[in-house]
């Protein structure tokens, strides 16, 4: 795997991603070159030598063979237009979150092998009508575009998967936690925003209720995830090359109260509430989720509130 693109590079998530594989290589030996794509780059940041920036969209079918003109060992994809912008721009939504994936694995089909292709979905799959109980099982029903993307994507991965073109294998991220900035267009954002507002001592009114429940997980385990399938035997992968990775289930409330005991101050006071039916249905509204099959292949959540706040706000 000594050859990686990273779609999205710039993204929260991505930046965490390529700072471990850089450091840390994968499965034990280092990584010899990384390809960066995304819609462009701060100028005069610091550049490991073994990293290569390819500016342009994702969609850009130029783009996409500067990109993979390295022959990669694997490809990342985790570059999206967010739920909510892509609820306000169709057009966009499908073009990078739909066309660009199907173009990418056309692409990858011409290349001399075929590329492990981690992909990034989303628990947006299921959509706002949800069992008590959710399980791997729990049918897909998207009630978002960008959902109903990421589960066509999916789909397409097992298929082009099937045919050879990629070794493919697709995780479902939940609420990926803490996001700097205001996270505009991610519908869920105010997951994150708990996070920095409470640290600064800052108000925040969230758009959902105090008993919210959302599924949670910490950047440094969604990465730790990330690099798991992409150097496991992917002949243990189901039949989907689909997996729901497993997630804390915790109420904002729970979150709140963690975070005053990692902050040493109460901040309860600062969290008002003004609930969004449509948030409140799709993001504050989730279930237990079981996931014993993705356990079984070695995901993990962060295992318990006080380790999920730490690393949130770590970073790593």
Known sequence: MSQVVVTGSQGFIAQVLIRRLLRDGLGGEPVDRITAVDLAFEAGA????????????????????????????????????????????????????????????????????????????????????????????????????????????????????????????SLRLPGVVARPGDGDGLMSSFMSQLFWRLARGEAITLPVSPKATCWWMSVGTCVDNLMHVATMDSRSWNAQRSYQMPVLHLSIEEVVAALSRILGRSVADLVHYQPNPLIERLFGSSPPLLAPLAASIGLRHDGDISRLTARAMSHE
């Open 46 to 169: 610091d550049e490991d030598a073994r990293l290569h920036r390819v500016a342009g969209s994702v969609h850009d079918p130029a783009v996409q063979s500067e990109a993979l003109k390295s022959v990669p060992d694997l490809v990342f994809h985790l570059s999206s237009v967010p739920g909510g912008a892509a609820e306000r721009d169709p057009d966009l939504g499908r073009k990078v979150n739909l066309d660009a994936t199907l173009s990418l694995l056309d692409n990858c089909r011409a290349l001399p092998r075929p590329p492990r292709f981690i992909y990034a979905s989303s628990v947006a799959v299921y959509g706002e009508h949800l069992p008590a109980q959710m399980t791997e099982d729990t049918p897909a029903a998207p009630a978002l575009t960008y959902g109903a993307h990421k589960l066509a994507c999916e789909v397409l991965i097992a298929d082009a998967s099937r045919r050879g073109w990629v070794n493919g294998c």
